[in-house]
């Protein structure tokens, strides 16, 4: 090997210290794991993981105070562990989404009320089902969970903040492969959730395959894995063109796999309805945020200097994905998927966000920046899928979560607080005004379409119409169907869930009435360091 | 006192009523009286804004707020000459119809209403989504920020939506979908629309969604005329005109009475205070370049709701298409940008309220004697029922433009209006009074003349709390209580429409400068306009 | 760093190179045929036999003469066998037991006979030789578990299986305790750590390295008392039971070229490779120039093959718990702190230690690290596995595992009583007299 | 150096990779195509750093080993499971999800 | 390159040795056909061959697989990292003691859980 002088590194622990402090406690959930005795296991899992991001989150907030500006003040930040981590304003916005809404996973995965005194985790993941070995395990449950989930959220924080693909790369590693095991380690229905877990990984593993060729090929290009020092390639356009492009295209597949756009999306309908469904929660939002964050930073920064080759492939994408997303929705029978299906649709709506990117010069002052659209969607849209997805676990039978359509019908009748909360959720989903979800949609087609990408708002626009009739057809089911013999009762969650529940709902409101402070936030966060 | 933000108080008392009638667990009959109440109190904070209100002052009573900056939003609330008619039309509506609802949720209409009907708080609810659909449509007349309005505009659908789902006969969740979607569909559009606004503003400076502000821009005539058409769909649907009302009749046919005034006779005027507030206002020149078409598109209306009326059986069906024609005769007194035109459009927003829910309301008192909604089902009410016959006439011949009844007037208008404009327009336009004169007579004679049908059996008898359950029992103090005001209000404004027209002819003659159509204000043919009128009466 | 300087490497015209190779080959064969024989006579001491004396002067040509009895038996495939893999398998796990030897320095530089040029004693080296070696051995690997997998019968299986696992899990301790001479060599080159070791041998300073090495390179090779994978009294023969003729001789080739190559590894790394011992430079200055390091590598070779047979002859055989936990719960931990150990050291002697030390970020980390690997440590000393989720071996078996029956009157110390060869038929006393001794040795039952 | 058959050779491993994994449906056979996936973006690395002069890609390839190690582990670990209960690696055969 | 065709060398001669070896044993080897000798041995008891890949075994072996690919995967960080120690000084050390600590903790977890043991 030829010999460089080695420099050593600078680690900025100051801000780095989030991240630190989450991967710190997953590495000390796995030693509790291994010394703690069992019956404290779970007691000191839940309080070492909580605590641990709500110290995250102070760093968090810390962190995004005292950023400094750089360059033309357009962003805010600083460059650390070599240039492999850009702390920018939108990289610490969207920590703080992640932390929030890992908390919530947390909680969710204390939840233990639903079940009787377990957590909605087998008991041993290895345990056939219907075995003796299982029966064994009936009153055991994985506290595996918290240190999994904690190198997830990890992973998602990294995700976004990282400067350079390879570190891209191992984040999106690091995120998935947490997520792949919690898929699979449901306590009901085993076979469902050994099979989402499969499936999510093998596939998962097929697109991150492709997202590493794209990284060589673009490494091939720029001859370094730096996305400032791409951008430069890329405005230099120095190398082999076909190579940029391709090795473009195939970091797309990879991340577009993430957030789950067609034609990519197969999986996540099987994967939302086969896990665990507060992992369900838990992923639906913390994946998309931590996707959206690495696809913006990407084709902002690396790529931003060549939008005319990847504006249109992501305009036929975000198309397909609106519209397949839509309507495929209609025809589902089950919550979990319908809310997967929906959650595809979001990924179109997020998508024509993305389309939204216009230079500064473009702007007028005061005008709201895609970067900005997208962080807000981002927002209502995590608080309200924890809420709604945590709502979802609360409609039980004796078999565990009921979440086939007709099991619920009449539920407003039996309890609608609950139903309401539900409803409200899914019109916020819709897009009706007063809910967060009306300010996001606004925002993201408002970008998109001063950039000029009307058709693909109008798109937008269309299969929101086809949304707003899946989501009525449920709130109709709750409230104007006659409950049958065998509908779901609600069980009564412990202060965790409700909690939960509580939040995400008075988010959407809040959100959806007084949007100003956290669209000025987002704004303030800037742009990306370039 | 006039920083005092009247038009917030007037939203918000019964946006708090509805949600205090929604949390606190009364028992039916209290939350009624409650909502009752309430809406009174609106009723009466109404007229104050009335009173204050100065009839050449333009915009006034405006409160403005910073609301979402980032998008240039704001808070603005303000009336002129026609928010202020709809907004007392609104008020003057809803406690007549809590007073008419008064027992529906408890003895669900029609023979096939118990399976789907709930009990519990049923009659709470009811009360509840009533008042916060007046707060809404009363946000929507007084809202003078495109994106406050859109949002209410869009909100409005909520508590309809769950008003006609939730009351009413079988189907009605069916209706209700049905409803929805096409507004929501329509709004969609308008979304589009106003995001297009939003840009268009943006390019030119720094954003804002304030009316005043969105006048002043220049939008060029591509964009106008797609913007237009963005907005003009959406209220096409909201008003209904004919090739997207398919949902109005089924939705009347399915919900109460009581919805029904709701939806047409305040939610509707939406889309058509919504074509004189931003189509003409934001886009004159691209109204003119659209006028044809509308036209047309309003006689169609005309003619279309009024033949299709006359064959219907079922009476709630049939009163709602019968609007479908009359929101032709407004929207093509709106779209021949004249000031007869205009006014015409304006007072036969007010009078139309007013005949509508008359007819709707004492077509529901007599459903609930009848125990059917079937025309061919009743007949012979007039000799049971002799006074609640002589105002369901009454409302009748109100709708179809009696002279001497409120209707006339604005119907002479539009009608003038129209031969100014093209006089097959106007020809057209007659065949509608024409066609109207049948379905309301002959409906009017199915009903009420003939031999007495008996009443199906088992229904409408002694459910009543007041017991005018029995088909024998005349018009009962509630009812009267609800329609006589109506009645009062057709006849008095038949003869002296003065008040009216003095609130409306300012700002009709404002918006066609806007428009560049100047030509002279109306006269009216009654003695009494001479005398100034203010227009406190008019509430 | 500076780059490794390998520039005497790469240059040998073709027919050298050729010649090199051929020179290799011929030596590892010779050398397996000897140190059969070797093992043979050692062993067949220590149990006072007196072994293979027939064939050739002291028997020297009786490992030959085995060769050429397996080339006559019949090559058997079974029919439940996969054919193709179970032919290559050999095949592959012959290659590579040669292929390692080609960074193995013999010695230094010399002149070859018949030319003007010089050359070193060495077929080539890299930048990564080791890295090379154990990727390569480890390639090997697949040689035995193919060949048990393809057999097609369960004592081959499982036979494959065990010793790849083992191999694999004592590669693991090989490696870590590597990495204490790369660290002091700075190369992973062999003949530049033989020249890092011209002062002093990296076995006496990193002897903790040494021992877990020779430890591991005992189980690397399966070697008595690690010869688990072929342990007659579970397995049969393990991976190789269904192989036969010269198929079964390669892989018995194999087994003595990798004992000869981790001897040989071991000698570079740790004694100096073909460096002469202490002190005999000083006396004679020759020994270090020309053709003479030979003897030595070859020397220090023969010392660790005798050791590999004195082991076999005089220890018993693991349980493979046992075994596998001295693996994983011993040398690796060991190795690991051992490692950050040598590390810190060797840092505290290049620059100032506590000069460094004012950086409080290192210092706190470096601290907390140590306490961490400390507790963990005296931890799992503490108490090991959790009761709930590891079943008590001992339970579950009552009676431990079975040993060989005592003989008749206990087991007898010393040398058993030697064979009389009575006309008459022994009498009974006789054979109470001479019992087995109380252990069998694993490997005696190996003769042929 | 030119590095252009390396990156063609990769190219074609990594092709054969992805039809395997559209084509095979044992899932450990899919797995493994993953893997030769991930090894034929080690080669493209490894020899585009060569062609660039510098260690970026060398060093991603370290990395990407160690990524695929962790996703042997856990895709086995999957894998597995399913296999233990249904007794069947077969991808078709998992079908509970068709809808 | 050149460094490495030598090895390429040994690495021929290697296979050809073993190939004729392979060869030669077929021909040299006499052919008597029984069927008892094809059968997979198995003490004499009626044989019960496993079939080729289908054979399960105990889920340990997967286990220390894992073990395995996580330490080998330590090690190769470990090598370069030893052969630059000198170089990256203090920084080095800690970074590396930190990244062994985290495996460390991986190894402590599989311990205490057993997965070290073989029943």
């Known amino acids: 090997m030829d010999s460089t002088t080695f420099v050593k590194p600078t680690l900025d622990y100051v801000h780095l210290w989030p991240i630190l402090v989450v991967l710190g406690v997953a590495a000390l959930g796995v030693v509790v794991e291994a010394f703690v005795p069992r019956a404290r296991r779970f007691v000191t899992q839940t309080v070492l993981a909580l605590a641990g991001l709500a110290a995250a989150l102070v760093g968090t907030v810390l962190v995004g105070l005292d950023l400094t500006e750089v360059g033309d003040g357009a962003a805010r930040g600083l460059l650390t562990a070599g240039g492999t981590l850009v702390i920018d304003g939108p990289a610490v916005f969207l920590w703080g989404l992640v932390l929030i809404f890992a908390v919530g996973g947390v909680l969710l995965f204390a939840e233990r009320r639903l079940e009787g005194g377990v957590s909605a985790f087998a008991g041993q993941a290895a345990a056939l089902p219907g075995t003796e070995a299982e029966r064994q395990a009936q009153g055991l449950d994985h506290t595996e969970v918290y240190p999994l989930m904690m190198f997830a959220v990890a992973g998602m924080m990294i995700f976004p903040t990282a400067g350079d693909l390879l570190t891209m790369f191992v984040a999106l590693e690091v995120l998935s492969l947490p997520l792949y095991l919690l898929c699979g380690l449901a306590r009901r229905r085993r076979l469902l959730s050994q099979e989402a877990a499969m499936k999510y990984f093998l596939l998962g593993a097929f697109s991150s395959g492709f997202f590493l060729y794209g990284v060589a090929l673009v490494y091939g290009f720029a001859g370094s894995m730096d996305l400032a020092a791409i951008d430069q390639a890329v405005r230099a356009d120095t190398g082999n063109h076909t190579l940029l492009a391709i090795g473009m295209g195939l970091l797309a597949v990879g991340l577009l796999f993430k957030v789950g756009a067609v034609p990519f999306q197969s999986w996540t309908p099987d994967v939302y309805q086969g896990a665990p469904t507060a992992v369900t929660a838990f992923m639906a939002a913390g994946t998309k945020i931590a996707a959206f964050g690495a696809i913006l930073r990407l084709f902002y920064v690396g790529f931003g200097s060549d939008r005319w080759t990847w504006q249109p492939m992501l305009w036929v994408v975000a198309i397909l994905t609106m519209v397949v997303g839509a309507v495929l929705a209609i025809s589902q029978s089950d919550v979990k998927r319908m809310l997967a299906y929906s959650s595809i649709a979001h990924t179109g709506f997020l998508l024509t966000g993305v389309l939204g990117v216009q230079t500064s010069a473009e702007l007028a002052d005061g005008q709201v920046t895609s970067l900005q659209a997208i962080l807000f969607y981002l927002t209502t849209y995590g608080f309200s899928m924890v809420a709604a997805f945590a709502i979802v676990t609360l409609v039980r039978d004796s078999g565990g979560e009921a979440t086939a359509f007709d099991r619920w019908a009449g539920l407003g009748r039996r309890s609608p607080w609950v139903a309401g909360a539900f409803a409200f959720l899914l019109l916020s989903m819709a897009g009706i005004p007063l809910t967060g979800g009306f300010v996001g949609k606004w925002a993201v087609f408002t970008v998109a379409f001063s950039a000029g990408a009307w058709p693909v708002v109008l798109v937008a626009i269309f299969s929101s119409v086809v949304a707003i009739y899946f989501y009525v057809r449920h709130i109709r089911l709750m409230f104007f169907t006659a409950p049958t013999a065998d509908s779901a009762a609600v069980v009564a969650p412990s202060l965790l869930t409700s909690a939960t529940i509580a939040v995400g709902v008075l988010a959407t409101v809040l959100l959806g009435i007084v949007p100003g402070p956290v669209l000025d936030l987002a704004g303030h966060a800037g742009e990306f360091i370039r | 006192m006039s920083d005092f933000p009247w038009l917030t108080v007037l939203v918000l008392v019964p946006l708090v009523g509805s949600v205090a009638v929604a949390l606190l667990p009364l028992p039916a009959a209290q939350a009624k009286q409650a909502g009752l109440a309430v809406s009174v109190v609106t009723l009466a904070l109404a007229a104050a804004v009335a009173a204050q209100f100065d009839v050449d002052g333009g915009m006034q009573l405006t409160e403005t707020h910073d609301w979402i900056s980032a998008f240039g939003v704001h808070y603005a609330l303000g009336v002129d000459g026609l928010g202020l008619l709809l907004i007392l039309l609104t008020a003057v509506l809803v406690p007549l119809v809590l007073l008419a609802a008064w027992s529906d949720t408890d003895q669900p209409l029609g023979p096939d209403g118990e399976d789907e009907t709930t009990r519990q708080g049923s009659g709470r609810a009811f009360v509840a989504w009533t008042l916060a659909l007046e707060a809404l449509s009363l946000a929507v007349f007084a809202a003078t920020d495109v994106f406050l309005f859109y949002v209410v505009f869009e909100a409005t659908l909520i508590p309809a939506y769950f008003l006609v789902g939730g009351f009413g006969r079988e189907g009605r969740s069916a209706a209700a979908l049905k409803f929805l979607m096409f507004q929501l569909a329509g709004g969609l559009v308008l979304l589009a629309s106003v995001i297009g606004l939003y840009v268009v503003s943006a390019q030119q400076g720094s954003p804002s969604y304030l009316l005043s502000d969105l006048e002043q821009l220049d939008i060029g005539t591509e964009a106008g005329r797609w913007l237009f058409l963005g907005f003009f769909i959406a209220f096409a649907v909201k008003a209904p005109l004919f090739p997207v009302h398919t949902w109005l009749a089924d939705t009347t046919e399915r919900a109460t009475p009581a919805t029904s005034v709701l939806l047409v006779c305040v939610l509707d005027k939406i889309g058509t205070f919504g074509m004189l507030r931003f189509c003409l206002e934001l886009f004159p020149e691209a109204s003119q370049w659209a006028t044809p078409v509308v036209v047309a598109l309003a006689l169609v209306s005309i003619v279309y709701g009024a033949l299709i009326a006359i064959g219907q059986d079922d009476i709630l069906r049939l009163i709602g298409l019968t609007s479908l024609s009359h929101f032709g005769f407004i929207t093509l007194g709106i779209f021949v940008l004249n000031t007869q035109g205009g006014s015409g459009a304006v007072l036969y927003m007010v009078n139309h309220g007013l005949g509508t829910a008359a007819l709707f309301l004492a077509a529901g008192f007599v459903i609930r004697r009848r125990g059917t909604t079937l025309i061919s089902q009743m007949g012979g009410v007039e000799k049971v029922t002799p006074v609640l016959a002589g105002l369901f006439l009454v409302a009748g011949l109100a709708t179809l433009g009696l002279p001497g009844l409120s209707t006339f007037v604005s119907e002479f208008l539009v009608i003038i209006a129209a031969f100014q404009y093209q006089w097959w327009v106007g020809a057209i336009a007659v065949t509608g009074i024409v066609l109207a004169a049948i379905y309301v007579l002959w409906m009017y004679q199915r009903t009420m003349t003939g031999p007495t049908v008996p009443a199906l059996p088992g229904t409408g008898t002694g459910a009543d709390p007041d017991a005018t359950g029995s088909t024998r029992t005349d018009l009962t103090v509630r009812e009267g209580v609800v329609l006589v005001p109506l009645v009062v209000g057709l006849v008095l404004f038949g003869f002296y429409p003065g008040p009216l027209l003095e609130a409306s002819n300012p700002y009709v003659g404002t918006l066609l400068e806007r428009v560049g159509v100047t030509d002279d204000a109306p006269t009216v043919t009654s003695p009494e306009s001479e005398t100034p009128a203010s227009a406190e009466e008019g509430s | 760093m500076t780059p490794d300087d390998l520039s005497a490497f790469g240059q040998d015209p073709w027919w050298l190179v050729l010649v090199k190779a051929v020179a290799i080959f011929v030596v590892l064969v010779l050398l397996t045929l000897f140190n059969i024989w070797w093992e043979r006579r050692v062993v067949a001491r220590m149990q006072h036999r007196i072994g293979p004396n027939r064939n050739g002067p002291f028997g020297l040509l009786q490992s030959l003469a085995d060769g050429v009895k397996l080339a006559l038996k019949e090559d058997i495939i079974p029919k439940a066998a996969d054919k193709v893999v179970f032919v290559i398998a050999p095949v592959l796990a012959v290659i590579p037991a040669f292929v390692t030897f080609a960074v193995i320095p013999f010695g230094p530089e010399v002149g070859v006979p018949f030319s003007d040029r010089t050359t070193p004693l060495q077929l080539t080296d890299m930048p990564v030789a080791v890295l090379f070696v154990m990727a390569i051995a480890s390639i090997g690997i697949y040689g035995i578990v193919l060949g048990g997998w393809s057999s097609g019968s369960t004592y081959s299986l499982l036979g494959g299986l065990r010793s790849s696992a083992q191999m694999i899990s004592y590669e693991v301790a090989m490696g870590l305790a590597l990495v204490a001479v790369f660290l002091y060599a700075g190369s992973m080159s062999t003949s530049q750590i033989v020249e890092a070791q011209s002062d002093v041998w990296f076995g006496l300073i990193l002897l903790p390295s040494f021992v877990i090495y020779v430890i591991a390179m005992v189980g690397e090779t399966n070697r008595a008392p690690f010869d688990l994978p072929e342990a007659e009294g579970e397995l049969v023969g393990g991976f190789h039971t269904e192989y036969s003729s010269l198929k079964f001789a390669l892989f018995f080739l194999a087994e003595y070229i990798n004992m000869a190559t981790v001897s040989a590894v071991a000698t570079t790394l740790f004694l100096g490779g073909w460096r002469a011992p202490f002190g005999i430079e000083r006396v004679w200055e020759g020994a270090n120039e020309g053709y003479v390091p030979v003897i030595w590598f070859f020397a220090k070779m023969l010392v660790f093959i005798f050791f590999f047979i004195w082991l076999r002859g005089s220890l018993p055989r693991l349980r493979y718990d046992q075994f596998m936990a001295f693996g994983w719960k011993v040398l690796i931990p060991v190795a690991l702190v051992w490692t950050v150990a040598v590390a810190t050291m060797r840092l505290a002697r290049n620059d100032g230690w506590f000069a460094e030390l004012r950086d409080p970020v290192s210092l706190a980390i470096a601290v907390g690290v140590a306490v961490v690997l400390l507790g963990a440590l005296f931890a799992f000393s503490a108490r090991e596995g959790e009761p709930e989720e590891v079943p008590d071996t001992a339970a579950a078996r009552p009676g431990g595992f079975p040993v060989p029956p005592m003989p008749a009157g206990g087991a007898r110390r010393g040398a058993a009583a030697p064979l009389r060869f009575a006309s008459t038929s022994p009498s009974p006393g006789a054979a109470s007299s001479d019992p087995a001794p109380a252990t069998v040795p694993a490997g005696a039952g190996e003769e042929h | ?99 | ?119």
Request: hydrophobic fraction near 55%; glycine fraction near 6%.
């Open chain 5, 1 to 119: 390159m050149e460094l490495y065709t030598p090895v390429l060398v040994l690495a021929a001669l290697a296979a050809g040795f073993a190939v004729f070896s392979v060869a030669v044993s077929t021909l040299t080897g006499p052919k008597r056909y029984n069927r008892a000798k094809l059968d997979s041995y198995e003490c004499g008891i009626e044989p019960t061959p496993q079939p080729v890949g289908g054979g399960r075994f105990p889920v340990k072996y997967y286990i220390t697989a894992m073990l395995f690919i996580v330490f080998d995967i330590e090690i190769i960080f470990l090598y370069p990292w030893a052969v630059h120690f000198d170089a990256m000084a203090l920084f080095g050390l800690v970074e590396m003691v930190i990244f062994i600590a985290t495996v460390f903790v991986a190894y402590a977890y599989v311990w205490r859980r057993g997965g070290l043991e073989w029943d």
């Open chain 4, 1 to 99: 150096m030119d590095t252009t058959p390396y990156v063609v050779l990769s190219a074609i491993l990594f092709t054969i990779g992805t039809v395997g994994v559209l084509t095979r449906r044992n899932a450990i056979v899919v797995f493994m195509c993953v893997e030769l996936m991930l090894n034929a973006c080690n080669l493209a690395l490894v020899a585009f750093a060569r062609q660039h002069g510098n260690l970026d890609g060398q060093i991603a390839a370290f990395f990407v080993m160690v990524v695929a190690a962790a996703e042997v582990v856990v895709g086995l670990a999957i894998i597995m499971t399913i296999f233990r209960t249904r007794r069947s690696a077969s991808v078709d055969d998992a079908s509970l999800l068709k809808y």
